[in-house]
């Protein structure tokens, strides 16, 4: 009798021990394994009509951001691009898009009801976005002027994330020995995003120069 309770209890607790641990962790901290390697090339065609490499962009800090025109999240990360783009449009910046599981004629009107002159590329079948291991958006990529992706993020990009990681790269010659030792947001980790409808009025936004 006593050797029947112990047997069930020998393979029930790792069980809850395995589910405990499950329920501590954040489901909206997701490891990256890219951060320090070369980033992936693509070649594909853009909203304007043409086609575009990310090899292309070699010599310059790319900001490759993940989007969709229904992610609601995308809203509010845009301004930060915006401001970004015209604050380091003298230096060796590019911000670069890539349009996820959405049709390239939404995307189009996104851009054009809330500004951004930064290209965007088409992903029909999501196999930059399956190289990237992106699971939602939006996601993005700080890829060094070499072409090593130093961090990603995952959720809206903040001015302060914004900031620290494309002077960071600017400064530096080889994204693959950066590291966020000494950040506020560690490496390959940030806060969570959400998949939600688009159904959201459409706002221009503000005016203004200055940092993001």
Known sequence: MFKKILIPAAVTLPVVALLYYGMQRDVRTIESPLPGRMAFDFTAPTLAGDTLSLSDLEGQVVVLNFWASWCIACIDEHRVFIEADRYYADQDFQM??????????????????RGGEWPSVIDPNSRIAIDYGVYGVPETYFISKDGYIAYKHIGPVTPQVMVKWVDRLLAEDRGAELTATDGDVPEGRSQGHVRQAPDVPVTTPESGGGRP
């Open 96 to 113: 670069l898009g890539v349009v996820y599981q959405d049709s390239p004629e939404n995307a189009r009107r996104w851009m054009r009801q």
